[in-house]
């Protein structure tokens, strides 16, 4: 009984799913929608030879790429410096101020958090108005433009912002579990010096244990929509903004283009997952 409700529960939670994707890809190839008239490359071939296909994808996994790898960065030194190694193991793992503080992103909404930094790196913003008063620009045109910019560089700092306390709260809780302060204070009585175990214990460890976090915040990080939304060009466009721009259009002829978007990104993320699954020696099938 137990086993049939579960079945049960898979399928009502894939079927939705399944019967999307199932849809999305007949209306890529002609076989469904108003502008079904049969079976046709011609949707993905017009997709291909736009360039979007390739422009989106590799805007998209960079942008999420790099966001994680920099929040990883920040978040294990963050973890490093709020576990106070080389002190009094009490103190270490007692609570502070600051530990409770890093977790304060987290009540801000995706799109909150976008428009507040919008506000901050727009050339009209906060930075903006500070260097102007302060001289060092004479007008908006000689701020650098952080947002909506073809690079996404305000994408990616809204994205660390957002996920930077995640993963500092992470480390730090995987490194109290693990005890890494004992094996520091071990480390240091053999001679190894803090950056050495740092570098060559702390970190890959940390790592290693929080690897299925990591891939699952990326793949999260592909599939966000409204900071790509609010922060990003129209020039390169993620697959979000993407599939939603050409679905919700007037001009039927780019619903197609979206649905080809949309089975295009389903495969990447269920390839990507296969992946990891393989490398994790944990293959489901």
Not at 261 to 284: D, F
Request: charge should be positive.
């Amino acid at each position: 009984m137990r086993r049939a409700i579960k079945y049960l529960f898979i399928c009502l939670c894939l079927a939705p799913l399944l019967f999307g994707v199932i849809y999305s890809l007949g209306y890529s190839l002609g076989l469904a929608g108003l502008l079904s008239d049969g079976f046709t490359w011609d949707y993905w071939i017009g997709l291909i030879n736009s360039g979007n296909l390739m422009r989106s994808t590799i805007y998209t996994i960079g942008l999420g790429a790099c966001s994680l790898i920099i929040a990883v960065m920040a978040a294990l030194v963050v973890s490093w410096k709020s576990g106070r190694y080389g002190v009094d193991h009490r103190s270490s793992i007692s609570k502070s101020k600051a530990e409770v503080l890093i977790l304060l992103p987290l009540l801000f909404a995706p799109v909150t958090a976008a428009f507040c930094w919008y506000q901050i790196l727009s050339p009209g913003g906060f930075i903006a108005r500070a260097s102007f008063h302060l001289g060092l620009i004479h007008e908006t045109s000689e701020f650098p433009r952080l947002v909506n910019d073809d690079l996404g560089i305000g994408i990616v700092i809204c994205h660390v912002f957002l996920i930077l306390p995640v993963f500092s709260y992470l480390f730090t809780a995987t490194a109290h579990k693990h005890r890494l302060h004992r094996l520091y204070l071990q480390s240091n009585t053999l001679g190894a010096s803090s950056w050495y175990f740092f570098k060559k214990v702390y970190t890959p460890m940390l790592l290693q244990k929080n690897m299925r976090v990591l891939w699952l915040y990326l793949i999260f990080l592909l599939g966000t929509y409204e900071v790509p939304l609010l922060l990003g060009g129209s020039r390169s466009q993620t697959f979000s903004v993407f599939i939603a721009d050409k679905l919700t259009r007037f001009n039927l002829g780019d619903i197609p283009s979206g649905y080809c978007m949309a089975i295009w990104y389903t495969v990447l993320i269920t390839v990507m997952t296969a992946l990891y699954l393989r490398w994790q020696k944990s293959i489901l099938w």
